[in-house]
């Protein structure tokens, strides 16, 4: 009886972790949460993975649905910050991305939503 509740346990709980996996990804491919950068003079200054914008009530949710996958966020935000280090080089794709639409006298560098 006991191997048979561990067998059940182990079961559960492989099923939430593809579930929980699973769930982060449907919410970050349809930009529920996002990769964001900030960069300066050419190179990455900060990166950030947070709820999406969207319209009066979506963004609150977008950013619930950010906190339960906060874990995931933090792995994936470690991801960046090994692929593109604080420091290094803009690639050509997002300086060709990046949004440059603030007011003239604004000093806070321009952010990018990385769509990926």
């Known amino acids: 009886m006991r191997q048979r509740t561990r067998l059940i346990l182990r079961v559960l709980t492989i099923a939430f972790g593809i579930l929980y996996v699973s769930g982060?990804?449907?919410?970050?491919?349809?930009?529920?949460?996002?990769?964001?950068?900030?960069?300066?003079?050419?190179?990455?200054?900060s990166h950030s993975v947070e709820g999406g914008d969207a319209p009066m009530i979506g963004a609150w949710i977008n950013g619930w649905i950010a906190l339960f996958y906060s874990p995931l966020r933090w792995v994936e935000l470690a991801w960046w910050h090994l692929w593109q280090p604080l420091g290094s080089k803009l690639s050509a794709d997002h300086k060709g991305r990046m949004i440059t639409d603030r007011a003239p006298q604004d000093e806070s560098p321009p952010r990018l939503l990385d769509r990926v």
């Open 24 to 45: 982060y990804l449907f919410f970050r491919f349809n930009h529920q949460i996002v990769h964001c950068i900030s960069a300066a003079s050419g190179e990455y200054t």
